[in-house]
């Protein structure tokens, strides 16, 4: 059984920072292509950064900067380092797992977190 565990979120000040961490198991991790996306309310969910298997770190434009995405394979863990908080950052966070083989695509998600910047 495949799960994607994230850690929680909380309520952050502006300028604030946060590390968000996403534990996967049942899944050969270090295969996978790994990503945070995020959804704010009546928002569609959006690409925050990925990560690929050998490490490649890509981030939106909207966090770039400001949000890093890092990956330890010995702990199958994805993390989240999110610094320079602005208040459009509130939404929940999901963590996400591809990997796109010849004929087939595995895709799995985390249940969320919520990250609220606010004063």
């Known amino acids: 059984q495949v799960q994607l565990v994230e850690s929680e979120g909380g309520l952050v000040q502006p300028g604030g920072s946060l590390r968000l961490s996403c534990a996967a198991s049942g899944i050969t991790f270090s295969a996978y292509v790994m990503a945070w996306y995020r959804q704010a309310p009546g928002k569609q969910r959006e690409l925050v950064a990925t990560i690929s298997k050998d490490g490649t770190a890509k981030n939106a434009d909207s966090v770039k900067g400001r949000f890093t995405i890092s990956r330890d394979n010995a702990k199958n863990t994805v993390y989240l380092q999110m610094n320079s908080l602005k208040p459009e950052d509130t939404a929940v966070y999901y963590c996400?797992?591809?990997?796109?083989?010849?004929?087939?695509?595995?895709?799995?998600w985390g249940q969320g977190t919520q990250v609220t910047v606010s004063s």
């Open positions: 996400n797992a591809n990997l796109k083989a010849i004929w087939q695509t595995y895709d799995y």
